[in-house]
Nanobody
Framework: QVQLVESGGGLVQPGGSLRLSCAASGSNIITNTMGWYRQAPGKQRELVAHDRSGGGTNVADSVKGRFTISRDNAKNTVYLQMNSLKPEDTAVYYC??????????????WGQGTQVTVSS
């Protein structure tokens, strides 16, 4: 059974930093693209950044220069370093991963979401 477990959200003042982590677990999994989405109240879920497992990274224009995505393939973990946070970054952040298993093939999985609140 594949699971994505997120950590690292919380309350931070404007200009502050947070680091989100998302670890994928399961038997004999192969993680392909891993990334982060966010959803603010009343808005659609949007891509923040993703890492295409050797194929480069993509970061949304709204966070470019402030957020950095990275991954540790040995740990099946993806990170999102968020610096210079703004109130408009407030949202629930979701981890997303495309994961291959022998039994199910390649499927997209989602984490449970972690709240990030930027407020003074």
């Amino acid at each position: 059974q594949v699971q994505l477990v997120e950590s690292g959200g919380g309350l931070v003042q404007p200009g502050g930093s947070l680091r989100l982590s998302c670890a994928a677990s399961g038997s004999n999994i192969i993680t392909n693209t891993m990334g982060w989405y966010r959803q603010a109240p009343g808005k659609q879920r949007e891509l923040v950044a993703h890492d295409r497992s050797g194929g480069g990274t993509n970061v949304a224009d709204s966070v470019k220069g402030r957020f950095t995505i990275s991954r540790d393939n040995a740990k099946n973990t993806v990170y999102l370093q968020m610096n210079s946070l703004k109130p408009e970054d407030t949202a629930v952040y979701y981890c997303n991963a495309n994961i291959y298993t022998y039994s199910s093939g390649s499927l997209d999985y989602w984490g449970q979401g972690t709240q990030v609140t930027v407020s003074s």
